[in-house]
């Protein structure tokens, strides 16, 4: 991905990316249920590599699946590209866990940008502490043979009740992860982050006592000249 | 399918199914949610055929999205077979419908042999008096391009937390809708059939006042042998 | 039970007897969850046999469990006196059957008085025919064994988030099931009985066009005296 | 309001305006949860009036609180205008009834056109067959004290997650009801209108074995001058 | 509100408080659903002011909705009371924010109490670490418009399923959120002070190894004498 | 409890037993909903000490129900055993507390191992320091008595949607909380010791920057060589 976006991205909150989606149309772009495990955790930006569950069947989703090489789990473990995040459609179905801290820390270790599911990860309390955003909606300590079944990758899934392609890009705060259409993303970015100069003088002077009337939004022309002053005087 | 499996398993109740397939490990093969809309439609046997929904994205799911001789709800409909259950992943969500009385009218003109949502349908007045058996969770009057997007054919899908791969045989009645395993249809089908033998001796006795004890299950040497008369006296 | 008690709630609906049980205080005793299956079932009326289920376990819930003559849900089935309601904990869980066709042949042969789950029954086709009243919150196909282990009997359980003591008086119409504490079942039915006829003079008012002002409740003295008259006339 | 305006809306079905609204930008407009109770009911059409619930509280819902003619539940029934829908905001909770048999006959009495509920209504067996459409989630024995307070009528509310603003125009049939917003009224009948002519001919066609392609939508010029000719003939 | 009240709220947890609102007959004052988001934040008491959100609508929930100085979230912000708590119904939906981290730090510049939604609160990250409490029930980065409607101030609303009138007393500890009706709030706060003294008394004994019988409840008149002696010594 | 047993369980993860019991058939061991509140907390093991919750009723759930020395919230409190886990079930409902404070830490003194509900606690800011571990599904303030009756001690139960027989080993680590059949708990513990070696050492790998491939299963036999070799090195 453009890496002017992604810096600029890394800056941005998900809140306010919503706001810039909903201004294009958007309101459904932020993931229902899935949260930060590791709150000190880095900022999560980069294009989505999806893997799909269905539900698990007896006969097909035993220990000895995971011999097979093949097994879209670990295939797509070994193959998300570095940059990218691991995002998985668990039908938002936290019983059983849509991958744990073996698998999590080798996208870790492969150069992945954080991994997101809409169910449950396992060895939660390792998640915890890895340096490394990983998001989901309930802890879960049991394989995910128990319940779904890794059927492909790399197609277009929900998560979190959200439409998620491949190659969306996906980012993730304290708050959440917002998925943003690939092709909008540059545009999304720039003016996410030219809000986000904005918010941040608001902020500060709301903090310091001021009343929201003619400031957010801003309606007043005597607000629009404080803050062009406040840019210049910190170079935003 | 084998026809002589597709007659046998018209004459076998969900119930019955669920049971035979308990005994061979399978203990998620009902799918929860989807019920019979026209309590008076045939049975329903057929293979799956499967369609997928995700989320919908509102620059991508416009009712221009249809003019698209390639979209997978309107293609699917065309290209079901003959004798199939047109089966569709919905994500237990009814807030929008998979499909309408058009869609639906022109499967069973296809000789399509049922349909099944684990969401809703919509002109269900309509489908209340079709002699052709549709089952979902719920009347749902909005497009589905409200909520869904229907992204591909015929891959393994979940349906009421059931998977379902095309191919298995999908059966339906008045309590609902069994998946059986592609290649376990011929063995299920033929011992569901056996065991229906055996039910209907036992709903007679019981309904003419007998005890369960020694006969559900049937424990009893003298059951064994009245039933082997009964059976003998009606030809089954 | 009180032969007087049992013919007066016959004739009262559970709408009224909720009130009543509402004026004493009693918030909680109507089932939430259960519906009548076959709408041209009798009324339901008699004192609660309580049948409790827990979440099955693989190794103790297979059909082997039924071979048991012990196993409670065939000896609960064998046991409940007549002119009682089977009444079952199934955890609000209707993804298993509570019980199915045969047993609840059983019981009706066996003089019972009707059967609650606020689960599913199964063979649900048979049942909505069946001449005696049954209640659950959804059809069910799958043997009890997949999800509940029947563990014990006429102990003291929630159905449907209601407390049901063995011995309180179960009554049930179209609109579903209402649970009165034992010790306050004469008196709910007599006054419920007595408030019925109030109704009756109300609703034939209403239905010919009177305002419900001063009618409803009754405050207006002139009303009393219809009332009074409208009884004298009717023998009620 | 326009006389008709309202005979178009009795011949369209919910499902249609659901798509005609959605091509206005309106996605949440069908009630999600209210279903009809009696399906022998007469179509219903008319301006919403509001009634409002919040959460009851012991000390001020008690059987008392109905001595005060001004209870906005009772004083809604009496002064909910002739021709109008009656709307209950019951914050989606069916475990105490909105309203009952006596009030929803009194408010048919008044020529009002029909009573709507997100949550349940009592007294269902008397409703299931009485000639006025009624819309609830599920039945409610329990008096709406226990858990509901009327608090205020005719203000905005959420029904079914639908926003409904006093004179909005309420339509419903056998699939569910749909909330047009009152300036759209007359525009979206129109349009359904004209939309039915083309659904019933496609519907024809389409029960005549004629495929969708090119058909629905109609993007084949062959088709639209059958349409015109079928419409000539028919006088539509 | 009465500043002794205030200050005696400000020690007594919502715990004890529900228990003394039990005894007067209430069941249902804690709030479901919100929780604390910054643990370390102040206690919060004062009496309730109230918006009120309704389903979201196409045409009327955009951007430029928060132009109109009348918006009532704006509006609101700007005139809830210091020294009061700003109480938002979002009908348990958090889908989308009931406010964000300016206008959250505009209340507290304001003196406000303290915030709390049954919904989710945006900017969450910046809430964990701002020295005022709020209470949500998750994080939800989507503006309100996307779902919610701000719709009027100040009148009775549910929260959390619990009634809440302008001016009952709300008191927020790190366990949630309890609302004490407003005449009540004096006797309660005097009671559940007692209460507390008791409760820290029995605390003590128990982590000093005593049974709780005859202690909890202390129907012992020896630890009735020990009470006393430990409240002189301490002079509590 | 076999302490060979005990020391080995406090040794592995609630993820690595649900694998393990997974292998015997067992797909349903991981309490869905409780979570541990103080994450500070030692890890949990020891034999499950069971109480029962069912609805409660307004006549019989009174504050004087405490009064009685033989209720059986507060005789489990004196009676569990010190070395087992105090496990509740409150029918998944969190809307009020199973126990709080005062009584927890009863438990604690006693000796008893940690306590589990699936509803909710009280006093929770209290628990959340507590050096002992609570496992609940939501911090709930009001006393059992608005919505649980304390009915009976030491029966099977289930808890989390899992069976849980009295003497079941319940393990709790910052993950969850597994239940281990009794029979099996020696065998479970130390195939999970074991596996807890392997583990570790395939975690080392991956962290190292090793592929999953070959190693997670351990297919390829030169990592079981290196493993046996990192066996050796630190005495496992």
Redesign the interface.
Known sequence: MNQDTRQKLLAV???T???VL??R??????L?GP?LIN?AAPRMVGPAFTLRY??????LDT?DA??D?AHPQ?KG??ECPPGCVFVVDS?GDP?A?SA????L??LM?RGVAGAVTDGGF????DL?VMPWPTYHAA?????N???H?A??TN????CG???VYPGDIMVG????V?CI?AHLADAVAAEGFEQTVV?DF??ER????H???GL??M?DPVNRELLAAWRKERGR
């Open positions: 909150s998900t809140a990316l919503t706001t909903f201004k149309g958007f309101r459904n772009c932020f229902q949260r709150p269905i539900p698990a069947r007896e006969d220990l995971f011999l090489p670990r473990v070994e039908r019983k866990a744990g801290g073996i698998l820390t080798r270790a396992r060895d939660t309390p915890a802890p879960s300590a049991p394989t043979l128990i319940r079944h059927v492909d197609l277009p899934i929900g009740e959200v439409p705060d304290g708050e959440g917002v259409p918010e608001v902020q709301v903090a310091a006592g009343s929201i009337r957010y939004p309606t």
